[in-house]
């Protein structure tokens, strides 16, 4: 037992102390450095150089994957299709579109050339180089894909008169042909099937089915143009031409080119679906029999007891009778 002695203070308590003591003058300029530096602008842009190459590269992969399945710009090299695109146009091509529905009449379409010829082999940079501004649209081979417009379907002949285009022998109605008018003739010409029968929209300065390209294969269709996006003077949206009632029952037929898709949807809806709006239609069977001037059965006893009561309230009422 100590007597007068001080208490001995509980290990690591001096330690603790320090800890939570307030900074002092020696202290107080490292921590203000430590702050200064984590701070530092320097450090945030070297870290953004940091992670700049993996940005750059998922930006390629990206592009590489919506050049290659869903959209790509083209350059229009050619006055074929004036005034619909003039030369220099810059145009995005929808590359999905005929994965769900084929081509349709006044579809501008563009289509790699159905009679190829072998070109020169290119070194890997060259390649790629020639990939890169291909697919933004800067350049592009005038000899290696094409744009028309889609003006015989599957199955229908063609035929020009005297420049005005006829199919099945019905006169096509078109506002949008170019300032070269052609008035040559065509001979009448069925379309084979999975091939389209093409024309440019300046019908006196185009190369197109009439001429040496031929009928062109389905699978030589890249996708549909749909906007213009370069020169900003002329940005807007395609919209496919209304060539009348008189074309409608060729677009319409089952499974045709224009086979809609809310009639797919019904089509593939299932069995249950089916009989559930069938059952809907059907009339029940008091509609049945009041249509045909019969009183449905459980109507017949209701009918009778209501006589029944009235005959008996127009009675006249004695004593005793109930009422």
Known sequence: MVIGGAKPEPPGHDREEKEHAPPTSETAPELVKARGASRDPMRAVLGFFRELPGLLLL??????????????????????????LDVGDRVLVNKVVYHIH????????????????????????????HWLTDGLGISRDPNKDFIKRVIGLPGETVEVT??????????????????????????????????LFVM????????????????IPMDKVIGRAFVTIWPPSRIGLFRRPDYGAKFESARGKP????????VLMVAAAPRSVKCRTARRRVPSRAGRTARHGRTPRRLRGSRSRLAHRTAVSSTPATRGSPR
């Open 59 to 84: 930006a390629f992969i990206l592009a590489l994957l919506i050049k290659t399945f869903l959209i790509q710009a083209f350059y229009i090299p050619s006055g074929s299709m004036e005034h619909t």
């Open 255 to 262: 499974g045709g080119p224009a086979a809609s898709l809310p």
């Open 200 to 215: 440019g929209d300046n019908r006196g300065d185009s190369n197109d089915s009439r001429g040496t390209l031929g009928d």
């Open 102 to 129: 084929p081509p349709r009449r006044g579809d501008i379409i563009v289509f790699s050339d159905p009679h190829p010829v072998a070109q020169a082999h290119r070194s890997p940079v060259s390649a790629f180089v």
């Open 162 to 195: 005297h420049g005005v285009v006829l199919i099945d022998g019905k006169r096509l109605s078109e506002h949008y042909l170019g300032p070269v008018i052609s008035t040559a003739d065509f001979t009448a010409h069925t379309v084979p099937r999975d091939r």
